[in-house]
Structures are given as structure tokens and as C-alpha cells.
Nanobody, 114 residues
């Protein structure tokens, strides 16, 4: 499984970004797809997940600001991030699980700064 992650960048507080994660082949085989982030000096932490039935879950710290979605036709999962805060600065990683193994994509950095 290859995961191509893109869409990070530098954004001012209050801004928005939509990182994407494109998988090789159909994403319908993945029981769950998700986004994690790792802030400077901290451990990698879960941000949001979406199941094969498009059931989503966000951690409390991003509820109302982050939206995970998937496009099966494009084999891609997205993370819409809005109302960005400096504490959202991190490298964002895509993760998929096919029920047997998990796979990570390379991270995309998001920097929130004025």
C-alpha cells in the first residue's frame, strides 16, 4: 500500500487547509482510515478516523474545526482543518488499516503562524 500525502503548508491563525491522502488502489478495502499529528516535542496522536461505512470520529480538541472525509472514486481521504490555531502546528500523518495490517503515509507539515 502506498499513501501519498499532500496539502500541508504555512497558514495564519484562523485559516484553513485540507490535507489529502491518496492510496494506491481502492480504499474500500480499508476498515478504517485516519489522521494523526505530531507536534514538536510531542508524541504522535490521533486526530480523526473514518470507517469503511463513513462513520467518523474526532478527538475532542478538534471537534467543530476538523472534518475527515473520503472519496472512494478518487481513493483519497481528506482532513478539512478550519479555524487553525498555533497549537495545531504539527506534522500530519495518514494511516490506514485493512484489518490485518496498518500503513502510514509520509507526514505533511502544517504550520500556523502570523
Amino acid at each position: 500500500v502506498q499513501l501519498v500525502v499532500s496539502g500541508g503548508g504555512l497558514v495564519q491563525p484562523g485559516g484553513s487547509l485540507t490535507p489529502s491522502c491518496a492510496a494506491s488502489g481502492s480504499i474500500s478495502r480499508f476498515s478504517v482510515m485516519g489522521w494523526y499529528r505530531q507536534a514538536p516535542g510531542k508524541q504522535r496522536a490521533l486526530v480523526a478516523t473514518i470507517t469503511s461505512r463513513s462513520i467518523t470520529n474526532n478527538v475532542d480538541s478538534v471537534k467543530g474545526r476538523f472534518t475527515i472525509s473520503r472519496d472512494n472514486a478518487k481513493n483519497t481521504v481528506y482532513l478539512g482543518i478550519h479555524s487553525l490555531k498555533p497549537e495545531d502546528t504539527a506534522v500530519y500523518y495518514c494511516y490506514v488499516d485493512d484489518g490485518n495490517m496498518g500503513y502510514w503515509g509520509k507526514g505533511t507539515p502544517v504550520t500556523v503562524s502570523s
